[in-house]
């Protein structure tokens, strides 16, 4: 089973830059389009970021764009998250998930949550 683990967050100052990572195991992540998602604490969780199979259609929410930038390694299996000029909006917890096309979590395919990693940004 396809399965991620998230890795790379931390607490942080405003401002400042973190590097996540998405590494996959089970399974190739050759064909899948993958997407960063986060939940802050009482909120529902919030899509970020999505990538499709070879890099070259990639989203952005409103929020973070020009200032992340997703990347992936197939080879590696990992999805990237470089995340710079962090704001305390981007407090949270982030997860990588397989997407659809929309972006949208790809419920049809069956792989297995990560831990998430937490990003903490605080003066």
């Known amino acids: 089973q396809l399965q991620f683990a998230e890795s790379g967050g931390g607490s942080v100052q405003p401002g400042a830059s973190l590097r996540l990572s998405c590494e996959a195991s089970?399974?190739?992540?050759?064909?899948?389009?993958i997407g960063w998602f986060r939940r802050a604490p009482g909120t529902e969780l919030q899509g970020v970021s999505c990538i499709n199979w070879n890099g070259e259609r990639i989203t952005y929410a409103d929020s973070v764009k020009g200032r992340f930038i997703v990347s992936r390694d197939n080879p590696k299996k990992t999805v990237y998250l470089q995340m710079n000029n962090l704001k305390s909006e981007d407090t949270g917890a982030y997860y990588c998930a397989v997407v659809t096309s929309k972006c949208r979590v790809d419920t049809q395919t069956d792989f297995r949550w990560g831990q998430g990693t937490q990003v903490t940004v605080s003066s």
């Open positions: 089970g399974s190739t992540l050759d064909y899948y389009a």
